[in-house]
């Protein structure tokens, strides 16, 4: 017999892993086609778009995501987890579907919010399930594995994307992009056919044998889900918060320790996310087009721009790979707040390199040293936060709320870069993207001190 705090790591805990975060991959691919299909759609069968209606297009699917974190984060801690873990993936695949039959942009708009609410369901169900089914020495360390899943997500959508440009030239193949989406989500639900209900939910109604058994049948017959302490720690859980509790005293300033900054990433990770082919296109890494080129060649520029972006994503993965191994000897509050300050600086780098027409290659380094430290800093640690601050009978609903919250950044940010382009160009748009970042790193230092007081590391935890 061993206690699930004590065990080694398992093969049932890789798969525990793998079957859920597949969310994360699934929601940093979406955003990554919906900054493909935009500007196929300004070619192809919506040239009269406005800037108002690429905004619109690009963050419509975060407001599903918003408002699904939030509805599924209550939902999950009152009726269980099982229902909605399978009910998520259903939901984004039964809206992606009808994109290939219908490809209308008032259609494509109301399904991609439907999209949006099955993937907000998935980012408040995923990192709770990891981590209470993960020994106590690699619970922080698999949540983080999780979301560096999103890498994969943006590295495989944009990859697939520009392959079926390069075979298929023609702006009017993005509705069949959409097969990403539903080849990811039916993966998911064949993979949680033999999924398992929660069992810190179970243990929480009462259900202490059922949780037990559940464990035993996820992880093993000879993993116990408790030791006698934890059992005695687990009964002396505070009740459960009312949303309205949620936002009050020591909760308000989990939320705004954990949400804010978690917006400010968002700008990042999906304002310029989103539109990365439209700003590669602005900021001159590309040949501008001739004047009177046919609709080819219009398609042939944003699939250059396409596997410009696919480069520029490489550098999530080796960035979540530096956040992953700096978790356990660093604060999180400082890997957070420094990975804001860099992200600044590699966006004024970017800036100069487009002021003074510099080579390129600057310009590039700019955007990978922005993806590589918002990716090793603040789009990783804005995700594990929750589940350290919240006690367990909260964890889901706080990490829906700041999960919500941080989608409210991410939101105003694609609804606004489209206009800001409009407005004042690619200048505009990387000056207030840097301010925004160094907000983030300023309110990650102030509220870390009022919420993480005793951080020093996570080793020394």
Same mark, same amino acid.
């Given at each position: ?35 493909? $299909? /935009?500007?196929? +759609? ?24 918003? @408002?699904?974190?939030? /509805? ?25 579907? !009808? =994109?290939?039959?219908? !490809?209308?942009?008032? =259609? ?7 999209? %949006?609410?099955?993937?907000? %369901? ?5 990192? #709770? ?5 993960? &020994?106590?020495?690699? *619970? ?28 298929? &030239? ?14 990811? @989500? ?27 058994? @559940? ?29 309205? #509790? ?9 939320? /705004?320790?954990?949400? $804010? ?25 590309? #040949? ?7 609709? $080819? ?25 530096? %956040? ?9 509050? *400082? ?12 966006? $004024? ?22 993806? +590589? ?7 990783? /640690?804005?995700?594990?936060? !929750? ?19 941080? *989608? ?16 004042? %160009? ?26 993480? !007081?005793?951080? *020093? ?5």
């Amino acid at each position: 017999m061993i206690y699930l705090r004590d065990m080694p790591l398992r093969r049932a805990n890789y798969r525990v892993l793998a079957m859920a975060s597949l969310g994360q991959l699934l929601g940093s691919g979406l955003a990554t086609l919906v900054g493909v $299909i /935009i500007p196929l +759609l300004e070619i192809g069968r919506h040239p009269e778009l406005t800037p108002f209606q690429q905004g619109l297009t690009g963050c419509v699917s975060l407001i599903g995501i918003m @408002t699904g974190s939030l /509805i599924f984060g209550r939902l999950t801690d009152r009726y269980g987890y099982l229902f909605f873990y399978r009910l998520c993936p259903a939901l984004t695949m039964a809206a992606a579907l !009808p =994109v290939l039959l219908m !490809p209308h942009w008032g =259609v494509l708009t109301a399904l991609l919010f439907v999209m %949006g609410l099955g993937v907000g %369901g998935e980012y408040c169900l995923d990192s #709770d399930y990891i981590s209470e089914l993960m &020994p106590k020495r690699w *619970k922080l360390f698999m949540v983080g594995v999780a979301k560096a899943t999103s890498a994969l997500g943006s590295i495989l959508f944009a990859l697939v994307c520009f392959i079926m440009m390069r075979i298929w &030239p023609v702006a009017h193949i993005w509705p069949w992009l959409f097969l990403t989406v539903i080849a990811t @989500t039916l993966l998911m639900l064949l993979l949680r056919i033999r999924a398992y209900e929660s069992p810190a939910w179970l243990m929480s109604q009462g259900r202490v044998q059922e949780a037990e058994t @559940t464990v035993k049948k996820i992880l093993g017959p000879d993993v116990e889900m408790m030791a006698p302490e934890e059992k005695t720690a687990a009964d002396a859980q505070p009740p459960k918060s009312s949303m309205a #509790d949620m936002l009050k005293g020591k909760n308000l300033l989990r939320a /705004i320790f954990c949400g $804010i900054p978690w917006a400010c990433e968002g700008l990042g990770v999906y304002g310029i996310g989103v539109f990365l082919p439209v700003l590669c296109m602005a900021l001159g890494f590309e #040949d501008a087009l001739p004047a009177g080129a046919d609709a $080819i060649q219009h398609v042939m520029h944003v699939e250059r721009s396409v596997e410009l972006t696919t480069l520029i994503n490489f550098f999530m993965l080796p960035g979540f790979v530096a %956040g992953l191994l700096l978790m356990r000897r660093m604060s999180h509050v *400082k890997m957070q707040t420094w990975g804001f300050i860099i992200c600044a600086l590699g966006l $004024i780098l970017l800036l100069m390199a487009y002021e003074n027409h510099w080579n390129m290659m600057w310009a590039v380094a700019g955007f990978c040293i922005f993806e +590589l430290f918002l990716n090793a800093g603040p789009h990783l /640690i804005t995700f594990v936060l !929750p589940s350290q601050i919240y006690p367990v009978s909260d964890r889901s609903q706080g990490s829906g709320l700041a999960s919500c919250l941080g *989608k409210v950044g991410a939101v105003l940010g694609v609804f606004f870069i489209p206009m800001l382009l409009s407005a004042g %160009g690619a200048r505009l748009v990387l000056w207030v993207s840097i301010g925004v970042m160094l907000f983030g790193a300023l309110l990650t230092a102030v509220f870390g001190r009022l919420v993480m !007081p005793a951080q *020093k590391s996570t080793a020394s935890k």
